[in-house]
Nanobody, 124 residues
Framework: QEQLVESGGGSVQSGGSLRLSCVAS????????MAWFRQVPGKEREGVAA???????TYEDFAKGRFTISRDNAKNTMHLQMNNLKPEDTATYYC??????????????????WGQGTQVTVSS
């Protein structure tokens, strides 16, 4: 059964760093677009960054220059390195995946496989 499991969330002070990980199982995930999303209670979930099967990346504007998405297809893992974190980055972060089939992985509305989320809290 397909499964995405996030880890690495936690509490940091403003300016700190965290590295989120997503371990995927149950599918040939190397053929899938993968992405990170985040959600704050009361707000819609938003895309953060995406990475295609060849490693090409897409970032939302708030993530550019601070966050780095990466994947290791041999290990079915994906990471999100988050630097210079700000209080407004506080959210539950979700790993997501969708079969690539030539789609643009930065189309954040196409993802159908989701992890359970990991909480990131940034204090000022």
């Amino acid at each position: 059964q397909e499964q995405l499991v996030e880890s690495g969330g936690g509490s940091v002070q403003s300016g700190g760093s965290l590295r989120l990980s997503c371990v995927a199982s149950g599918h040939a995930w190397s053929s899938f677009c993968m992405a990170w999303f985040r959600q704050v209670p009361g707000k819609e979930r938003e895309g953060v960054a995406a990475i295609d099967v060849d490693g090409e990346t897409t970032y939302e504007d708030f993530a550019k220059g601070r966050f780095t998405i990466s994947r290791d297809n041999a290990k079915n893992t994906m990471h999100l390195q988050m630097n210079n974190l700000k209080p407004e980055d506080t959210a539950t972060y979700y790993c997501a995946a969708e079969y690539s089939s030539g789609y643009y992985c930065g189309a954040f509305d196409m993802y159908n496989f989701w992890g359970q989320g990991t909480q990131v809290t940034v204090s000022s």
